[in-house]
């Protein structure tokens, strides 16, 4: 099916990232969301070659985990942004500088930033979801090769978000893989055309309920607790003695 709210939940974290990724860079940046698509995971990452920085994302209390792929492009820039300076120089045309770039194998500051700006948008994604179905986005790992560690096998469905991320002069992708299999549960919700779950209940139809409920008799029990005990114990109990 379409998932109108999940669009719509991408969109609110693009514009939330921005803020949050503007601030840890300390500069200006424009990142926005493109349209969903279903593909098998293999071949939603096959243009992806190692290393780039794969990110295993949970949604609690949905099942599962997605995946998020940082490309070398929005490493590097982040990189450069967040220390003042790129990781590896590239050549200049013309006295400008050229995109900054990242080397085969990942230094521990830029893992460290690419940590940071991961752990900023699990707190954008889990404000996104807030008003649609309320869900606490957390890191559980991270891996140079989407094929490898991911947790999904190549066949495997998944609803594909991509940001187009634009700094410094570099332009590069951020990809949010999502398992149809995550996505079940809320499928209906994600498919409505309005928000599934209001914040606050509706005070008119509150009101309305309680009237026509309130006078209903319900059956209520309260039980201390349970205990087996042979007849011959039972018929020598007398007031105040204690059961353990």
């Known amino acids: 099916g379409s998932y109108p709210l999940l669009q719509a939940i991408a969109s609110k974290t693009a514009k939330r990232l ?10 200006e940046v424009s990142i926005a969301a493109l349209d969903l698509f279903t593909a098998t995971y293999a071949s939603a990452t096959e243009q992806l070659r190692p290393p780039v920085m794969t990110f295993r994302i949970s949604l609690a209390p949905l099942p599962g985990h997605s ?7 929005v490493l590097g820039a982040l990189v450069e942004g967040f220390f003042g300076f790129s990781s590896d120089e590239g050549e200049s045309t013309e006295g400008e500088p050229s995109p900054p770039a990242i080397r085969e194998q990942f230094t521990r500051g830029e893992r460290r930033v690419a940590e940071v700006a991961i752990a900023a948008l699990c707190e954008v994604l889990s404000e996104a979801w807030e008003k649609t179905y309320p869900v606490e986005a957390q890191t559980l790992g991270n891996e140079t090769d989407p094929a490898v560690g991911s947790g999904l096998e190549p066949k495997d469905a998944v609803v594909a978000s991509s940001f187009t991320v634009e700094f410094a002069g ?6 949010w893989l999502l398992p149809e299999s995550q996505i079940a549960p809320v499928a209906d919700d994600l498919e409505g055309a309005t928000n599934a779950r209001p914040s606050a209940p509706d005070p008119v139809w509150y009101a309305r309920w309680r009237e026509h409920l309130a006078d209903i008799d319900v059956a209520a029990s309260a039980t201390v607790g349970r205990m087996r005990l042979p007849l011959r114990r039972v018929v020598r109990l007398a007031p105040g003695d204690l059961i353990a």
């Open 18 to 27: 921005r803020q949050r990724w503007g601030k840890l860079v300390n500069g």
């Open 67 to 73: 995946i998020v792929i940082m490309d070398n492009v």
């Open 170 to 175: 570099a332009s590069g992708t951020l990809h």
